[in-house]
């Protein structure tokens, strides 16, 4: 009689997890088990821990189950749980080298039982712990996983599959491809063809991802509400956690900042319990509080999520508003070194770094960073990363003292930006634009796009952006910004002793031209309009 309960206590979890209904599905499972039931049991509270974001029970439940198929000769068996460990230990855990410790084991355990849907998994896992770095290594498994479906017929094994080879197939920059399978992969989660709630949570968040890393905002923002529902019927707390999160990315973007906030600060605590999503959720809020002007709050954040992708490009950024471009130009590299043979996900390091080394007045390396990111944008060809092109190409060209170039350059993010609807950026690249009128002589177009980025600031509440633009507007330079290159000082303090562009020339081995175009830029980054109180501001702000 006593089997006959256990039997039925596992049949009961077994339903409870078909049905989404975690907690009577982790009690079954618990009485079952602690009634001696064999490995399926504590299989089975695994899932349900999982789905109850209880990672540590997760875990234990996991190990005593692969324990208990070892032990019964269940190879199979135990090599699926070990898939699952693998990537539980590298998500719950952040510890990699345990995780690949699972994986071997799993390989090593299906070998020579011909084609499963573990084998399938197996290849599924290999291939999204090869993002971004090698995307290559995640095509060819994907792939595999996919025939591999086809050839079982399971649909939830072949979308996911399909999902992940587009995501791989977007970072290496054949976006129309790529983004095709995702869609067809999350429409077929969300029309209710899949089955597994594991296989439509990693099928929608590869989406997700994705349109994130090309900037498609429009689309991610349709699919955040559908896949917001799907979380909710399905009581999958952490894949609705996750889209929260990345909800509120879009929502920061499009300057809709409050709701931002609290998508973001909702989905933190439930993601927390997670090193790797936690992570992800403080590093997102701290870009936030970065935009807002808030940066000791930002940094604060980001520490709590220190070698997280965005939490490097947070910090880069925050230095670079602080006037230290070397930092910025350090973090932009080693979020590059990262990436390995990822294409699309170099976009947002390279617009740091066009920006800082324009800054610097470092020409070749604003140009090299706003060549690849043109490279990049041509192949993306969304409006947000077009613009972000255009933004990098500004730069360079204001470091060149092309100021016709960067007018044009800088006009062009701000449509490309404005039609996109992220107000941030098109009132960064407002200011930029202004600089470059004022370069040119066009002292009242330059305070127009001043006031217009003002105001844009303001209705935003990016407290920092707005008072750079009054200060920028008044003809001053807020702390680090826009600082004159070593050349440019060289000129300046020639220029303080009284010697002409001619004698200037013949001193430093320049041509004449050259000297100008230094004074051009020098006059424009100092707000000044001759020579002599170009010098006499240098001096002043110890620039020299």
Not at 145 to 172: C, F, H, K, N, P
Request: charged share 25%.
């Amino acid at each position: 009689m006593a089997g006959a309960d256990v039997q039925s206590d596992v049949r009961a979890g077994k339903t409870a997890l078909g049905e989404c209904s975690w907690a009577e599905a982790r009690a079954a499972f618990e009485r079952a088990a602690q009634a001696g039931a064999g490995p399926e049991a504590l299989e089975g509270l695994a899932q349900a821990a999982f789905f109850l974001d209880q990672p540590d029970l997760a875990v234990d439940a996991h190990e005593r189950a692969y324990a208990g198929y070892r032990a019964a000769d269940r190879a199979v068996d135990a090599g699926r749980v070990a898939i699952a460990l693998a990537w539980e230990y590298r998500a719950y855990r952040g510890e990699p080298a345990v995780s690949d410790g699972w994986l071997g084991r799993a390989r090593r355990l299906l070998e020579g039982f011909g084609p499963t849907r573990e084998s399938g998994w197996l290849a599924l896992r290999e291939a999204s712990f090869a993002l971004p770095g090698n995307p290559a290594l995640a095509r060819e498994r994907s792939a595999e996983a996919e025939s591999l479906a086809r050839q079982l017929g399971d649909i939830d094994l072949e979308m996911t599959a399909s999902a992940l080879m587009g995501l791989a197939l977007v970072s290496q920059g054949e976006i129309g491809a790529g983004m095709a399978r995702l869609d067809e992969a999350t429409a077929a989660a969300t029309a209710g063809e899949m089955s597994d709630p594991v296989a439509i949570g990693f099928s929608c968040c590869y989406l997700i991802f994705a349109c994130e890393r090309v900037r498609d905002l429009d689309r991610a923002a349709q699919w955040c509400q559908r896949l917001a529902a799907i979380s909710a019927d399905q009581n999958v707390r952490a894949l609705r956690a996750v889209c929260r999160a990345h909800y509120g990315s879009v929502l920061m973007l499009r300057g809709e900042w409050d709701q931002a906030e609290v998508e973001l600060t909702e989905a933190a605590p439930v993601l927390a319990r997670t090193p790797r999503e936690g992570a992800d959720a403080f590093a997102r809020l701290g870009e936030l509080r970065r935009r807002q002007g808030r940066s000791d709050e930002a940094l604060g954040l980001i520490r709590q999520a220190e070698h997280h992708p965005i939490a490097i490009l947070c910090r880069a950024a925050l230095a670079l508003e602080g006037g230290d471009r070397a930092a910025t130009v350090d973090g932009a590299a080693r979020y590059l070194r990262s990436l390995g043979g990822a294409i699309v996900e170099r976009a947002p390091a390279l617009e740091l770094l066009a920006e800082a080394s324009g800054q610097a007045g470092h020409t070749d390396e604003a140009m090299a960073a706003a060549r690849e990111l043109r490279s990049i944008a041509n192949r993306v060809a969304t409006d947000p990363m077009l613009g972000a092109a255009r933004h990098a190409e500004g730069c360079a060209h204001s470091a060149a003292g092309d100021w016709g170039a960067a007018r044009e350059a800088f006009e062009d993010a701000v449509g490309l930006f404005a039609s996109s609807g992220l107000p941030f950026e098109s009132g960064r690249a407002q200011v930029a634009l202004a600089c470059s009128l004022r370069a040119l002589g066009r002292k009242q177009a330059a305070l127009a796009e001043f006031d217009r980025a003002d105001e844009a600031f303001l209705r935003l509440g990016a407290a920092a952006e707005e008072r750079r633009t009054r200060q920028l507007r008044a003809g001053g330079q807020p702390k680090g910004h826009m600082r004159l290159s070593p050349r440019e000082q060289e000129v300046l303090r020639l220029v303080g002793q009284g010697r002409t562009n001619a004698e200037i020339a013949a001193t430093l081995v320049l041509s004449e031209h050259t000297v100008h175009r230094h004074m051009a830029n020098i006059l424009a980054k100092l707000g000044t309009s001759s020579r002599t109180a170009a010098a006499a501001t240098a001096l002043e702000q110890n620039l020299l």
